[in-house]
Nanobody, 121 residues
Framework: QVQLVESGGGLVQAGGSLRLSCAAS?????MGWFRQAPGKEREFVAA????????KYAEGVKGRFTISRDNAKNTVYLQMNSLKPEDTAVYYC?????????????????WGQGTQVTVSS
């Protein structure tokens, strides 16, 4: 059982930046970030393999968001720049016990509680 704790969410103006962190209780393999806005389904944002050499991004965040990890700290990060009001959502990190990251929420095994990101216009 892996426990995940997200942090770094908050309120920011459009065009601003935030960095989310997700600390895991132990060693992990592929990790991902998803988000869920009110009234919408949870959607994929970004994922990274266990080494940190392979990353995947949703089309709507490419060029603005960067996922990275520090395995010495069992932590994955999501740097979010040029934020837009449509990025407003609860952001969740998740662990997929495979080497390469996937984009489907159903394939992930463990989830954090989420952190709220609100972007004002």
């Amino acid at each position: 059982q892996v426990q995940l704790v997200e942090s770094g969410g908050g309120l920011v103006q459009a065009g601003g930046s935030l960095r989310l962190s997700c600390a895991a209780s132990g060693r992990t393999y592929a990790m991902g970030w998803f988000r869920q806005a009110p009234g919408k389904e949870r959607e994929f944002v970004a994922a990274i393999d266990w080494i940190g050499s392979t990353t995947k991004y949703a089309e709507g965040v490419k060029g603005r968001f960067t996922i990275s990890r520090d395995n010495a700290k069992n932590t994955v990060y999501l740097q979010m720049n040029s934020l837009k009001p449509e990025d407003t959502a609860v952001y969740y990190c998740a662990v997929d016990n495979v080497l390469l990251p996937g984009t489907e929420a159903g394939s992930y095994d463990y989830w954090g509680q989420g952190t709220q990101v609100t972007v004002s216009s």
